[in-house]
């Protein structure tokens, strides 16, 4: 039997360790620590956005370019080279990730979308433009899984729902950003047309560059620490933290930790990952693979084609795009934040029925209106914004799931594969599909398309309320076992 130190809470063995640490960082009242975490690691939501958004903005603009002269079933297989690039940037980046660490990845993942973004501006031809595309999305798919496995594991329990949903949600603050930023790069009294959607794609460039020094503040995630066995970095970095609190004039208490017994690993087989995956947890994971994918077909097919209705259907110029962009964009950034309470205070199970089902019925009942031409620009406009404030929390939730349903060595490529596997089938397919039902100019072949969305959201829906975890207020470790947990028999 082992004997844990008094003034660390570790093992004095080598191979295991002892620790309260988990349970101490869960206690922690939310504070300027924890706001740190949310602005240099939650940019990364707000960076997809603002590239999502852009891709759409510029669309009119991509096809009227003297260099580039793009068809929209041009534009659409832009859309699908970035979900590609995302799809393999997170499961590459994610099973690295879990190997070699959190702080590492985020910023080797940031540092490629900047250099891929600003290559992006600079592109002559489809195939280079599809080339940086895919390269960008590479960056936003690696700093999902390492930017979400932080976030979690540094977030108290009671409060991770709401926060995790929040973050989430600053996707739209990009997406307002790139709207912003396209009514005005994009008006040709201000730059020539092929100048302005290069312009356009420097801004995401330039956030980067700001946010980058920000995360040499973010340490280490202490959680995986403790499995790859550096028990004193991560108590050290546990004590700076408790410590910066009471600095701050919070009283925090000492008794009462939960105690955990880990055997560290330097790695994690994959034959034991998919195991624990798709055998030991397949409930889980056919629920996050059907929220993956709901979502991400859901989101990518009717976002990345947006700007391609409004030109089209309602005759919206390319330049004024963005005006439409900004209210659907005001009404996803409240989604999460207005619901994520409820998903720590009803529950995720609930919670997350209702706004998957509810997103599907709205949106067949708006389709069908829109086939039927009940709608004007405006209050197509609106109709979105009303869908989408519950589709964005719904969205938001289904990272929340595969990011905290599976144990702590596996949690990057956890949400890796999720994101990998739903983004491939709803969302390299969904910008595509889309994009031809477009070029019917046949509204009931765009409705055919959104009816398809509302089904598998409605699916979706289902199998979260029968299978789901409720994980409001736990401790990630009672969530899910950790693998290298260690019962003592003693």
Same mark, same amino acid.
Request: hydrophobic share 50%; glycine share 10%.
């Given at each position: 039997?082992?004997?844990?130190?008094?003034?660390?809470?570790?093992?004095? !063995?080598?191979?295991?360790?002892?620790?309260?640490?988990?349970?101490?960082?869960?206690?922690? %009242?939310?504070?300027?620590?924890?706001?740190?975490?949310?602005?240099?690691?939650?940019?990364?939501?707000?960076?997809?956005?603002?590239?999502?958004?852009?891709?759409?903005?510029?669309?009119?603009?991509?096809?009227?370019?003297?260099?580039?002269?793009?068809?929209?079933?041009?534009?659409?297989?832009?859309?699908?080279?970035?979900?590609?690039?995302?799809?393999?940037? =997170?499961?590459?980046?994610?099973?690295?990730?879990?190997?070699?660490?959190?702080?590492?990845? /985020?910023?080797?993942?940031?540092?490629?979308?900047?250099?891929?973004?600003?290559?992006?501006?600079?592109?002559?031809?489809?195939?280079?433009?599809?080339?940086?595309?895919?390269?960008?999305?590479?960056?936003?798919?690696?700093?999902?899984?390492?930017?979400?496995?932080?976030? !979690?594991?540094?977030?108290?329990?009671?409060?991770?729902?709401?926060?995790?949903?929040?973050?989430?949600?600053?996707?739209?603050?990009?997406?307002?950003?790139?709207?912003?930023?396209?009514?005005?790069?994009?008006?040709? !009294?201000?730059?020539?047309?092929?100048?302005?959607?290069?312009?356009?794609?420097?801004?995401?460039?330039?956030?980067?560059?700001?946010?980058?020094?920000?995360?040499?503040?973010?340490?280490?995630?202490?959680?995986?620490?403790?499995?790859?066995?550096?028990?004193?970095?991560?108590?050290?970095? #546990?004590?700076?933290?408790?410590?910066?609190?009471?600095?701050?004039?919070?009283?925090?208490?000492?008794?009462?930790?939960?105690?955990?017994?880990?055997?560290?690993?330097?790695?994690? %087989?994959?034959?034991?990952? &998919?195991?624990?995956?798709?055998?030991?947890?397949?409930?889980?994971?056919?629920?996050?693979?059907?929220?993956?994918?709901?979502?991400?077909?859901?989101?990518?097919?009717?976002?990345?084609?947006?700007?391609?209705?409004?030109?089209?259907?309602?005759?919206?110029? $390319?330049?004024?795009?963005?005006?439409?962009?900004?209210?659907?964009?005001?009404?996803? /950034?409240?989604?999460?934040?207005?619901? $994520?309470?409820?998903?720590? #205070?009803?529950?995720?199970?609930?919670?997350?029925?209702?706004?998957?089902?509810?997103?599907?019925?709205?949106?067949?009942?708006?389709?069908?209106?829109?086939?039927?031409?009940?709608?004007?620009?405006?209050?197509?406009?609106?109709?979105?914004?009303?869908?989408? &404030? &519950? =589709?964005?929390?719904?969205?938001?939730?289904?990272?929340?799931?595969?990011?905290?349903?599976?144990?702590?060595?596996?949690?990057?490529?956890?949400?890796?594969?999720?994101? =990998?596997?739903?983004?491939?089938?709803?969302?390299?397919?969904?910008?595509?599909?889309?994009? !031809?039902?477009?070029?019917?100019?046949?509204?009931?072949?765009?409705?055919?398309?959104? #009816?398809?969305?509302?089904?598998?959201?409605?699916?979706?829906?289902?199998?979260?309320?029968?299978?789901?975890?409720?994980?409001?207020?736990?401790?990630?470790?009672?969530?899910?076992?950790?693998?290298?947990?260690?019962?003592?028999?003693?």
């Amino acid at each position: 039997m082992t004997v844990p130190s008094a003034a660390t809470g570790a093992s004095t !063995q080598t191979d295991t360790v002892e620790t309260d640490l988990p349970s101490r960082l869960d206690r922690l %009242p939310w504070g300027r620590f924890h706001m740190l975490i949310v602005f240099a690691l939650g940019v990364t939501w707000l960076l997809d956005g603002l590239e999502v958004t852009l891709a759409g903005s510029v669309a009119s603009a991509l096809k009227t370019s003297p260099t580039l002269h793009f068809s929209n079933a041009d534009v659409g297989l832009a859309g699908s080279a970035y979900i590609a690039g995302a799809v393999l940037g =997170a499961l590459g980046f994610g099973w690295l990730t879990d190997r070699l660490g959190r702080r590492k990845l /985020f910023f080797i993942t940031l540092t490629l979308y900047l250099a891929a973004t600003a290559a992006t501006a600079c592109s002559w031809n489809l195939a280079s433009f599809l080339l940086f595309r895919f390269l960008t999305g590479a960056g936003i798919g690696g700093e999902y899984t390492a930017i979400n496995s932080t976030i !979690q594991e540094f977030t108290p329990a009671r409060v991770r729902g709401w926060t995790d949903l929040g973050i989430n949600g600053t996707f739209w603050v990009g997406a307002g950003i790139g709207a912003t930023g396209s009514l005005v790069l994009l008006d040709p !009294q201000l730059l020539p047309p092929d100048w302005g959607w290069r312009a356009c794609f420097f801004i995401g460039a330039v956030l980067a560059l700001g946010i980058l020094p920000m995360r040499i503040w973010v340490p280490e995630s202490p959680r995986w620490l403790l499995t790859h066995g550096e028990r004193d970095e991560a108590r050290t970095i #546990v004590e700076g933290i408790e410590a910066r609190f009471r600095r701050e004039g919070h009283t925090l208490s000492d008794d009462g930790f939960k105690r955990l017994k880990l055997r560290a690993r330097d790695h994690t %087989p994959l034959s034991e990952v &998919f195991a624990t995956l798709f055998v030991v947890h397949r409930r889980r994971a056919l629920v996050g693979l059907s929220l993956m994918t709901a979502q991400a077909f859901f989101y990518n097919a009717i976002f990345f084609t947006y700007a391609l209705v409004l030109t089209d259907f309602y005759h919206v110029p $390319g330049d004024h795009v963005g005006w439409y962009l900004l209210p659907f964009a005001l009404g996803n /950034f409240l989604g999460p934040l207005v619901l $994520g309470r409820l998903f720590d #205070v009803i529950g995720r199970r609930k919670m997350i029925a209702t706004t998957y089902v509810l997103s599907g019925i709205l949106l067949t009942v708006s389709g069908w209106m829109f086939a039927q031409q009940w709608f004007d620009v405006v209050t197509q406009t609106i109709a979105w914004m009303v869908i989408f &404030f &519950f =589709a964005s929390a719904a969205a938001s939730s289904a990272y929340l799931t595969v990011s905290e349903s599976f144990p702590l060595e596996i949690r990057a490529l956890a949400i890796a594969v999720f994101y =990998a596997f739903g983004t491939a089938l709803g969302g390299i397919i969904g910008p595509a599909f889309f994009g !031809q039902l477009i070029d019917t100019h046949r509204r009931s072949e765009v409705f055919t398309g959104y #009816v398809v969305g509302s089904l598998l959201m409605i699916a979706a829906g289902v199998i979260a309320a029968i299978w789901g975890v409720d994980a409001e207020r736990k401790s990630l470790e009672s969530v899910a076992t950790p693998l290298s947990a260690v019962v003592d028999e003693s």
